[in-house]
């Protein structure tokens, strides 16, 4: 597995040089993810591969979101699940489950707006899918105002 500042370096690497022609090479950074990009401590190096990670998969999202919905609404759950499961992490830091939920909440609206968008009755259904999931998610983990500020947590970039 790749080491959280290799990848670093790596995505980094990839901005600089980025040209239309590289989706392929933004996928396969976004795959290659070590595990530490989603806590559950907050470093500044884990701060910035997070905030990386999810830019990548909402450029993914946006090259492919005429060309290949289906691929492209994929990585938006994707996006979604990451940030869900590091949520859901019982050690995590409380500033990067407060970045996370704030980013899911965005990711819920992208996702809701693009399903709408869709012509073809499965999309209605995903939406219908998409608002009762994070409900539940929503609901399970607890998540309010007061908690966040009760326990001081800081902002991530």
């Known amino acids: 597995m790749i080491q959280l500042e290799s990848w670093v370096d790596a995505i980094s ?50 090259g492919l979101r005429y060309s290949d919905p289906t691929t492209a609404y994929q990585y938006l759950q994707f996006a979604s699940s990451k940030l869900q499961a590091c949520v859901s992490q ?40 998409v608002i009762e999931s994070h409900v539940q998610f929503m609901a399970a983990q607890g998540w309010n105002e007061t908690r966040k500020h009760d326990q001081g947590a800081r902002t991530l970039h």
């Open 90 to 129: 019982p050690t995590a830091d409380l500033e990067l489950k407060d970045w996370a939920m704030k980013r899911l909440q965005h990711l819920t609206v992208l996702a809701l707006e693009f399903c709408n968008q869709q012509p073809q009755l499965k999309w209605q259904q995903e939406s219908d899918c």
């Open 13 to 62: 690497d990839w901005y600089q040089h980025r040209k239309h022609d590289q989706d392929k090479s933004l996928q396969s950074l976004i795959h290659s993810a070590p595990d530490s990009v989603w806590g559950p401590s907050v470093s500044e190096l884990q701060s910035k591969a997070i905030a990386c990670w999810l830019d990548g998969c909402l450029r993914i999202f946006q």
